[in-house]
């Protein structure tokens, strides 16, 4: 219906090949930009900080794990600590007064590094195993940011200073909020970039079928590593915006397993190997529970019963549970699945027999 | 082994790929005792025996995904013996598999794609600055896959998910994803299994065009007589892991213990008698 085809017709493999093909499309993508970035000035403060801030970063994040699990087909049950190693790394760079730029960089380099020496194990294991293996790291990495060294020990928080990104403080929430967006803009793009080049057509391959990858050229050692590398990259460059713009004083229990997942659960409700997913399954599973709780709060003062606190506080994580089950069991692909869907339909509408 | 005089066409051309005594196990079982073969440039060689006779082992041998326990493989002469599959790609083979090997969740044309791995250069960097990065490598891989699109009249289902194509045209997109990797030497694997008649013809068709026009020489299993007998220049039957004959396609299939391998030993000399009467 919005979304025409008809008429369009590409004559050279740039146009074909862009990110947006159909002009809908486009249209709809830079009314959400715009939205987005006007957001500072028709969103309440409260909600641009406590709501838009920790979704984009949280995209950002399920982004980069979406990368490894649908992109290369690995799983990884240790990325709230990849994000941790990027935080405490940065953190401690910017604390020693590196600017903020080059402390990112170094806190992605370094989730990079401890994270791809952890997928090491998936040059041999695969599936549940490799959970196991990443399981591990998340234990072990654990444990040492638990240290005084690293930490100060497992109750004590450590202060990120004032930072200032390409010369602009990070203090105001205004600032803050477009440092985050432009980063998560950044990650989005480069992850729509890599669906069309010879990288991410490798990395599919790696997915689907090794076997078949190896007799084409590729390298699975070379592209399961290489997957394991830039997710771990991302994974550490959001958690130091993570603990800079956002938490802005960070505790070893804040990168626990809890955090994964919460990462896992947003990129498979989301939707795997998806661009649009990880930005629907952070909402979701950020914002669910709170309007749960608080629809669940209207609906007990209307009906004038009591519900018990602990009820409430308890009532989002069951359904939350619930949500994961019934995503995996009805649409495995997630709610980007379920908005590719809708798109397809309206390309063909009112044609209901050409739907693919 | 037979040495039939009519057995090579063409004496003097080089030798692309030679098998010379290979030998593979898994567990107690041999699947190949002491198999040696040579292939000739521009050939059509078919590889064909009863099921589990070690043919698609032997390919798999000389792809690199099961290594040999005894015996050496030379391609252009050089000795690949224990090389990874990945690196075999790049020294001119490609091959197709007996039970499709396509990338689900992908386009036609991106599987397509693939097929050029070698003769690009990704990397990470190069996507995320595509525009001035990977684009310019994109757009001129795709012009020599939009050519083997046209050979192989894929046009219409380019941008298709793969998995909704129909199975003839399948193993017609993976004939083409081998064959945009520019191989010297192709080797497929049944590339006729499940298929009726007129698909089978097409095939057939984009085989020889692959030899005449891409001067590819090409080893190809496969089950239908008819076929190996109208397009290969030479055949190498297997029969337990050895081969039982070789040489021009109707003489070695017409020899009795290629008859008896592949119908048993009585049904074999009821034929035989009626040949003779």
């Keep these: 219906m919005f979304y025409r085809r008809a008429g369009i017709r590409h004559t050279r493999y740039e146009d074909e090949r862009q990110l947006f093909p159909l002009t809908f499309d486009r249209v709809l993508i830079i009314a959400i930009l715009v939205l987005l970035l006007s957001a500072p000035f028709w969103v309440e403060r409260l909600y641009l900080v406590g709501y838009m801030v920790p979704w984009l970063i949280w995209s950002g994040a399920a982004l980069g794990l979406n990368l490894l699990m649908g992109g290369a087909g690995q799983i990884h049950l240790g990325y709230g600590a990849v994000i941790g190693i990027g935080a405490y790394t940065s953190v401690h760079l910017v604390r020693f007064g590196v600017p903020l730029e080059l402390a990112m960089i170094a806190g992605g380099l370094m989730s990079a590094l401890i994270g791809s020496i952890f997928g090491a194990a998936a040059l041999r294991v695969k599936g549940i195993y490799l959970a196991m293996a990443t399981l591990a790291m998340q234990y072990i990495v654990d444990f040492f940011t638990q240290t005084k060294i690293i930490s100060g020990g497992s109750l004590a928080t450590l202060q990120v200073p004032p930072v200032s990104f390409l010369g602009i403080s990070l203090k105001g929430d205004v600032a803050t909020y477009y440092f985050c967006f432009g980063v998560t803009f950044l990650i989005a793009l480069y992850m729509l970039n890599i669906r069309r080049t010879s990288f991410g057509r490798a990395l599919a391959a790696v997915r689907e079928k090794d076997y078949a990858a190896q007799i084409l050229g590729v390298s699975t050692y070379r592209y399961k590593l290489l997957a394991f590398w830039v997710s771990s990259f991302i994974g550490g460059v959001v958690g130091s915006v993570l603990a800079v713009a956002y938490l802005r004083a960070i505790s070893p229990d804040q990168f626990h397993l809890e955090l994964s997942v919460q990462l896992l659960a947003m990129v498979i409700v989301g939707g795997l190997g998806s661009v649009l997913g990880p930005f629907l399954g952070a909402a979701l599973i950020l914002f669910a529970p709170i309007v749960l709780n608080n629809a669940l709060g209207a609906a007990a003062s209307a009906f004038g019963t009591d519900i018990p606190i602990d009820l409430r506080a308890h009532m989002p994580l069951l359904a939350y549970g619930l949500m994961i089950v019934l995503f995996l069991l009805y649409e495995p692909l997630g709610l980007a699945k379920i908005y590719d869907n809708f798109r397809k339909y309206l390309l063909v509408w009112p044609f209901r027999h050409a739907q693919k | ?277």
């Design chain 2, 1 to 277: 082994m037979s040495t039939s005089p009519t057995m090579m066409p063409t004496p003097q051309k080089p030798i692309v790929l030679t098998c010379h005594d290979i030998e593979r196990s898994f567990g107690g079982l041999k699947a190949l005792k002491g198999v040696s073969l040579n292939v000739h440039e521009g050939e059509i060689f078919g590889l064909v025996g009863p099921n589990g006779s070690g043919k698609t082992t032997l390919v798999n041998v000389v792809t690199g995904f099961y290594p040999p326990n005894q015996g050496t493989i030379t391609l252009f002469g050089e000795n690949i013996t224990h090389i990874e599959p990945h690196q075999i790609a790049r020294r001119g083979i490609a091959r197709t598999f007996q039970n499709l090997a396509l990338f689900k969740g992908m386009s036609v044309l991106d599987n397509i794609l693939i097929g050029r791995h070698i003769h690009m250069h990704p990397s990470a960097l190069g996507s995320f600055f595509y525009w001035w990065g990977a684009q310019k490598e994109e757009l001129a891989n795709r012009r020599i896959v939009e050519e083997i699109i046209e050979f192989m009249q894929l046009q219409d289902i380019r941008d298709e998910p793969v998995e909704a194509v129909p199975l003839g045209l399948q193993k017609r997109v993976e004939l083409a994803r081998a064959l945009v990797a520019e191989p010297r030497f192709l080797i497929l694997d049944e590339p006729m299994a499940g298929m009726n008649q007129e698909e089978k013809e097409y095939i057939a068709r984009f085989i020889l065009d692959a030899r005449e026009e891409r001067g590819v020489t090409i080893l190809i299993i496969e089950h239908h007589m008819d076929v190996v007998t109208a397009i290969c220049d030479r055949i190498v039957v297997l029969s337990y892991g050895e081969i039982i004959a070789e040489g021009e396609p109707r003489q070695a299939i017409s020899q009795p213990q290629v008859i008896k391998a592949y119908i048993g030993e009585r049904a074999a000399q009821r034929q035989m008698k009626g040949a003779a009467i």
